[in-house]
T-cell receptor
Framework: KQEVTQIPAALSVPEGENLVLNCSFT??????LQWFRQDPGKGLTSLLL?????REQTSGRLNASLDKSSGRSTLYIAASQPGDSATYLC???????FGKGTTLSVSS | DAGVIQSPRHEVTEMGQEVTLRCKPI?????LFWYRQTMMRGLELLIY????????DSGMPEDRFSAKMPNASFSTLKIQPSEPRDSAVYFC???????????????FGDGTRLSIL
């Protein structure tokens, strides 16, 4: 059964810092991996989706990479801002299983 | 365009009562998902539908839980009888693909925060 793990569970950084969030999965037979953002009291907003044939996707200050062979994905956030504070979740596409998320706090 | 709409946003009820959660997916999306989110277990898939037909309900925890999709624009998740351990945030999501082999993302509603006393 697919298991998705996100480390760290929580992260606090000062504004302007570059940071990396990690997602690991046990079953490498995935079609895609998706990163979401969740604000308190809200649903999930899709940030980036990487197909299994791709290595990375970029959107603005966000860059997500995928290494299927090692069962890892990373979400890189450049020049973090207080507005980036939220919980970030990854989803391994095959079994629609989510990690528990990394809660990010960016202080000004 | 309207997103996924869930109602109610909050529900507080006593154990033993019947609870019905509602979801309106994005028009044109033929996949609908129900999830439950708790601090302990994170986000769990309960069931998903394709063209109003349940495809995978292996995540439904017990027979007390049931879900229906009578038409393309409406789905319900029902708990009867409810128990305190059912307290969680329940999310509905829709997609034009199952999210397994496509580049179409899921779109989530804002959830229903359920508290069973």
């Amino acid at each position: 059964k697919q298991e998705v793990t996100q480390i760290p569970a929580a992260l606090s950084v000062p504004e302007g810092e570059n940071l990396v969030l990690n997602c690991s999965f046990t079953d490498s037979a995935i079609y895609n991996l998706q990163w979401f953002r969740q604000d308190p009291g809200k649903g999930l907003t899709s940030l980036l989706l990487i197909q299994s044939s791709q290595r990375e996707q970029t959107s603005g200050r966000l860059n997500a990479s995928l290494d299927k062979s090692s069962g890892r994905s990373t979400l890189y956030i450049a020049a973090s801002q207080p507005g980036d504070s939220a919980t970030y979740l990854c989803k391994a596409g095959t079994a629609l299983i989510f990690g528990k998320g990394t809660t990010l706090s960016v202080s000004s | 365009d309207a997103g996924v709409i869930q109602s109610p946003r909050h529900e507080v009820t006593e154990m033993g009562q019947e609870v019905t959660l509602r979801c309106k997916p994005i028009s044109g999306h033929d996949y609908l998902f129900w999830y439950r989110q708790t601090m302990m277990r994170g986000l769990e898939l309960l069931i998903y539908f394709n063209n109003n037909v349940p495809i995978d309900d292996s995540g439904m925890p017990e027979d007390r839980f049931s879900a229906k999709m009578p038409n393309a624009s409406f789905s319900t998740l029902k708990i009867q009888p409810s128990e305190p351990r059912d307290s969680a945030v329940y999310f509905c999501a829709s997609s034009s693909s199952p999210g397994q082999d496509s580049n179409q993302p899921q779109h989530f509603g804002d959830g229903t925060r359920l508290s069973i006393l």
